[in-house]
């Protein structure tokens, strides 16, 4: 696991990330993301596995340009390692609209949603 740590001059945390590599089922998804898997369904995903930013920084468009600094470092990982996709799980349903405004696909019946990084467009 990757984790970057953004913090302001006087050293406390403002937001962070963390990307993983995991094996990611996208028999559900959208035709577009489940091309990307096996006969199984399953697809090499980088995952963004925690985000946040502090309450005091929220509502800014600090997650949205972390989301975006979050799609640099996939990126970089699926130029030195095929994984196409980006996933991630919503914590809960009034996060999804969010995810969704930022390309990302919504897995039916799940909190997933999904892209092609290389589709994800820059921040």
């Known amino acids: 696991m990757s984790t970057h740590v953004c913090v302001d001059a006087n050293g406390a945390v403002v937001a962070f990330f963390a990307l993983r590599t995991v094996i990611a089922n996208v028999s559900a998804a959208p035709s577009r993301l489940r091309r990307t898997g096996n006969a199984e369904g399953l697809a090499p ?12 920084y929220q509502g800014q468009g600090h997650g949205a340009r972390l989301f975006f600094r979050a799609v640099e470092e996939a990126l970089v990982a699926h130029t030195a390692v095929r994984m196409p996709l980006l996933v991630l799980d919503a914590a809960d349903e009034g996060l999804v609209p969010f995810y969704e405004k930022l390309a990302m696909k919504r897995i039916p019946n799940t909190m997933r949603l999904a892209a092609l990084i290389h589709k994800i467009p820059a921040g």
């Open 45 to 56: 995903a980088i995952l963004l596995a925690q985000m946040g930013v502090a309450e005091q």
